[in-house]
């Protein structure tokens, strides 16, 4: 339980923060709600919810309109809308393949979106945040942010520093130490706060908010790119560890006098379970990225027995490392994200043998293992609502700031 | 952040409670505290201290006292101090070589213990549960606890589904599926609130309250005896899992094609650093216990080769898992507990090179690892501390229970 210390005199104050938080996380979760939706939703009365709904409706974020009759007799309710245009972040992914951006209102509404394709290897940092300054300054066009910008969320395929956005090791871009957030945000020539997180961390938070696993609350999230990442929930928050470090399950040593991995260390799970094991087994170069692997899913699906024994070796591994999780977790759900989403039909018969044969009864009898449904938008998607999250807890602070602030010309 | 929803009506009821719960846990956790330092560590006014302390000095938990002048000018502060004898927990262990009992107050005083050694091996829960009724009914010839109980904790080596109590499987007890919460109730007689828990889940929330990691948020308690049990702080929180079955790090697959272990599966952490896997190293017969590994700790101190070649490989594999768990959670402090402790000085070395090797140099950099301090009473404590759970979540609802009985005679 959060210790609640409040006294006399800060208690009105504290309480309306926090039911402005209520209602606005409500409304991002769920969209357009009736009045009686947000009262059965946050335990509030149905004046107190007038009265903050009052407030959103001031500052430009909320309209109210009367729904419409559905037949029923008796007073319609009113419906709350975000009026996402309003209140928008800006969403950025660094990945493999691809660097991507994203301008996202309130609610989760995407207004725009660009990708473009990188080549893979080491990228100077330089370069990449020059790459995502043009995309935004394409973006930026059709849809002027800035004005409604409530931050900047960065995900990004690196073990990173929550506390001040640094990627301390991204060895698929060959970064050390990179103060990744400091660049960004001289290169987009703005103050809007800047949280940078790891990409699959961002990923499970988005398969936790609109994806395969809302609802639940403990849940590891397991996505296989050319490494594998994860996300990690632990009743219902991310677990995000002392500095941000958490959830490199890609590097559990589980062969440990095995292949040498991209980290340093040896035998990583990754090792086992990566796009370089799936297109060795198969006989395929290591390097031989999306094409190959699509490659071997067609080969697979035509019954080629060698592309059907990579596929079931990668299995076996993912459910060998799977077992520890369930392990030591115990969570509800397993989400299974990028590439391992696409591979699901061909490797879960034999994930299934190694966790019911290696994980213990009681967590395995509870733990469901499903394929992500965001699909590669996931940690972009993540990004924005890690970006939305100061906002979320804390409205209060944000109308202030609104409030001296002049309305868009585009409500 | 937790939710507050609270309306105008429940708004001051709601508050008390909560800082009712805040001065029991500061003085639960700090011992005697004046009013002055209960100021600041709770951020409540003078005035509502001391209007809360006055319910519990009414209802008979505490007292209040001047300290003695120290010599300095002004008003002396006023103590408060608790009375452990009047808000009692029973704390139950079920281990593998030993059973225990104790009487515990609040603040974490230890007012009766027992232990009793039992045999390794298979036991019905009929005859534990006999054996720790007798060990109670002694106990409680001088310490009447049963007036002054507000709960019962008990820890046991296996995995426990914390709803119920009951123990879903105790390889080392030979138990499935054992409802052991409520043949303890009917052996003890009592309708007070029992909760069961994993011993090592509970070795972790003992020295994160009383130990090794006080004031850290995120650790790793790794406690070997025969097999390898874990408990995991999450931001400050015991890490439960779904279902409570969360920690059982002993059954990470750390060697998947290696040697049987109890649990069914193939190549767990524990059979390369439980106590049969340090034996078998050492030549001497795995099922030697206790003894043998004194003997092992002599031969190595004396500089046995062979024995401190095999201190030095499970150390190593303990240094391998290990690095697998700052990965995946980012803990700023590692627990070495139960044997573990006891052999820390000569696995140091080899576990320390392995986490070097294998751990991201981001985590690994921040991690600091070390032996347990409460020593075999460790589950015990946690124990105990797991039963005052509920009063300190909420003392106001035990303040209106305790209005309606008598005062103790021993008070």
């Known amino acids: 339980m959060e210790m609640v210390r409040i006294d006399v005199g800060q208690r009105s104050e504290t309480v309306r923060r926090a039911n402005l938080s209520s209602i606005a996380r409500e409304l991002h979760a769920h969209g357009p709600l009736s009045r009686s939706e947000l009262v059965t939703a946050t335990g509030l009365t149905r004046s107190a919810i007038r009265g903050l709904i009052g407030e959103f409706v001031a500052a430009g974020l909320v309209t109210e309109e009367r729904a419409a009759p559905l037949g029923t007799p008796g007073r319609p309710s009113t419906v ?17 393949d691809s660097i991507a951006a994203a301008i996202v209102g309130l609610g989760g509404v995407v207004l725009a979106r660009a990708r473009a394709e990188r080549p893979r290897g080491h990228t100077s940092v330089d370069d990449i945040v020059a790459d995502l300054a043009a995309l935004v300054a394409e973006l930026e066009v059709g849809h002027p942010w800035r004005q409604a910008s409530i931050g900047i969320g960065v995900a990004v395929v690196g073990v990173v520093r929550r506390t001040d956005g640094c990627v301390s090791m991204a060895p698929n871009l060959g970064w050390r130490d990179e103060p990744l957030g400091t660049r960004l945000a001289r290169a987009l020539v703005t103050t809007d706060r800047i949280d940078v ?32 990442g994860g996300g990690l929930i632990v009743d219902g928050r991310p677990l995000t560890g002392a500095a941000g470090y958490a959830g490199e399950i890609g590097h559990i040593p589980l062969d440990p006098d095995g292949l040498p991995c991209r980290c340093g260390s040896v035998g990583c799970w990754e090792t086992r379970v990566g796009e370089e094991a799936l297109l ?23 019954g080629d027995p060698r592309a059907v024994a990579a596929f079931e070796e990668v299995g076996r591994w993912l459910g060998i490392g799977l077992a520890g999780l369930v392990n030591v977790l115990d969570p509800e759900l397993v989400v299974l994200g990028g590439r391992f989403a696409r591979i699901h039909p061909h490797i879960v018969g034999s994930m299934a043998a190694q966790l019911e044969r290696r994980a213990l009864p009681a967590p395995r009898s509870l733990v469901r293992v499903v394929p992500a449904e965001l699909g590669v938008d996931a940690p972009l998607i993540g990004a924005a609502e890690l970006a939305f999250e100061p906002f979320l807890s804390d409205p209060a602070t944000w109308l202030a700031i609104r409030a001296g602030r002049p309305q868009l010309a585009s409500a």
Do not use: K, M
């Open 80 to 96: 709350v809308r975000l009026r996402p245009e309003q209140t928008v972040v800006l969403a950025l992914e660094i990945s493999v």
């Open 197 to 228: 997180a790891n990409e699959a961390d961002l990923g499970a938070l988005a398969e936790h908010r609109r994806g395969a696993a809302v609802g639940a609350s403990n849940v590891a999230f397991i996505s296989g790119e050319v490494g594998v």
């Open 280 to 302: 060795r087994l198969a006989g395929l170069p290591e390097d031989g990225g999306h094409a190959a692997v699509d490659a071997v899913i067609r080969d697979a699906e035509a």
